[in-house]
T-cell receptor, first 116, second 113 residues
Framework: DAGVTQSPTHLIKTRGQQVTLRCSPKSGHDTVSWYQQALGQGPQFIFQYYEEEERQRGNFPDRFSGHQFPNYSSELNVNALWLGDSALYLC???????????????FGAGSRLTVL | GQQLNQSPQSMFIQEGEDVSMNCTSSSIFNTWLWYKQDPGEGPVLLIALYKAGELTSNGRLTAQFGITRKDSFLNISASIPSDVGIYFCAGQLYGGSQGNLIFGKGTKLSVKP
């Protein structure tokens, strides 16, 4: 049973470019959350998608946007990249949307973005 | 963004030693979680705590949910080499989404040279 899969695993972009990261949730999960983990820091919540809608958002600018598809997979898009956007981007999946228990959150291995 | 206060930032362990780390917050949480992250991997859940005062074990790991709901600790007994890694506490705010966790900065466990 595949867990959360993310692609690409590594990528390099330059300032001002745009990037799209992809996530396939664990089988049976319908909710996807995205996190940004800067080097030496804990993950920070970007947003959560459930039923193809953004349900909750953390303290991130509008340059960060997302999408959830009918098969529950999700994309994270970041426009106008800054050097400070360099980080590991983690996708986490769960089931049941907003009020399910926190222990069902399963993380992927992440996409490492480097902005030059 | 908001982060939990996790300490120590790093520690060195010798095989067989007990290890303690803790997390504090100015906010009240209704769930505390402890994760371990190995290089190149995402965080993996170790222990979840749901009630103030709750003490939960998972093998050699023991964690407690503080009575004030603003803190938690994790103990590892009789450490082994595979315990090396980064440990994160995470909390779910009261009324918050289960997908929206607030993390500490991590405690890095390394082996004593």
């Amino acid at each position: 049973d595949a867990g959360v899969t993310q692609s690409p695993t590594h990528l390099i972009k330059t300032r001002g470019q745009q990037v799209t990261l992809r996530c396939s949730p664990k089988s049976g999960h319908d909710t996807v959350s995205w996190y940004q983990q800067a080097l030496g820091q804990g993950p920070q919540f970007i947003f959560q998608y459930y039923e193809e809608e953004e349900r909750q958002r953390g303290n991130f600018p509008d340059r960060f946007s997302g999408h959830q598809f009918p098969n529950y997979s999700s994309e994270l898009n970041v426009n106008a990249l800054w050097l400070g956007d360099s980080a590991l981007y983690l996708c986490a999946s769960s089931s049941g949307g907003f009020y399910s228990g926190a222990n069902v959150l399963t993380f992927g291995a992440g996409s490492r973005l480097t902005v030059l | 963004g908001q982060q939990l206060n996790q300490s120590p930032q790093s520690m060195f362990i010798q095989e067989g030693e007990d290890v303690s780390m803790n997390c504090t917050s100015s906010s009240i949480f209704n769930t505390w979680l402890w994760y371990k992250q190995d290089p190149g991997e995402g965080p993996v859940l170790l222990i979840a705590l749901y009630k103030a005062g709750e003490l939960t074990s998972n093998g050699r790991l023991t964690a407690q949910f503080g009575i004030t709901r603003k803190d938690s600790f994790l103990n590892i007994s009789a450490s082994i080499p595979s315990d090396v890694g980064i440990y994160f506490c995470a909390g779910q705010l009261y009324g918050g989404s289960q997908g929206n966790l607030i993390f500490g900065k991590g405690t890095k466990l390394s082996v004593k040279p």
